[in-house]
C-alpha cells in the first residue's frame, strides 16, 4: 500500500495549477470530467508526488455539498492498493463503514471505493487499484 494522491477541492484548477508549476514543477498527468456529478478531477504530478485537483462544475453534485459544508481544500486521501475487492472485504469484516461497497470503475485500468470518515478518524479516505502501472 502506498499513497496514490491528495484530493483537494480547489475554486479554479487553472489557477491552483499555474502555482504549483511555478513553484513545484508540477504538470498535468490526467484529466477527466464527470459533468453528471458536477465536477472536473486533474491529476497533476512530479516526481512521486501527486495531487488531484477537484473543480466543482454547475451548482449540484457531492463536491458542490463538500464545499457547502467544509471550505475549500484537503477533501481525501488516495491509497494505493494491489486488490480492492480484497481489501473492501477486509474492511467490511473489521465493521468500517464503506461508502462503495463494490468498486467504481474509472477508467479500463483502474477502479475506486472510499471508506467513510465516520470509519477513519474523520479523514475521506480513496481506495484505488491501478492495473496497467
Known sequence: MQIDHIGVVVKNTEETLKAFAELFGFGIE??????DQGFKSTIVSKDAARFEL?????????????????GYGLHHISLRIKN???ELDALSEKGA???????VPITEASSISF?????????LIELIQREAE
Open 97 to 103: 463503514r464503506l461508502i462503495n461497497t463494490k468498486p
Open 30 to 35: 490526467e484529466v477527466q470530467v464527470f459533468p
Open 84 to 86: 480492492i475487492e480484497k
Open 115 to 123: 471508506l467513510h470518515p465516520a470509519s477513519a478518524a474523520g479523514i
Open 54 to 70: 477537484i473543480e466543482p462544475m454547475g451548482d449540484r453534485g457531492s463536491i458542490q455539498k463538500f464545499i457547502g459544508k467544509s
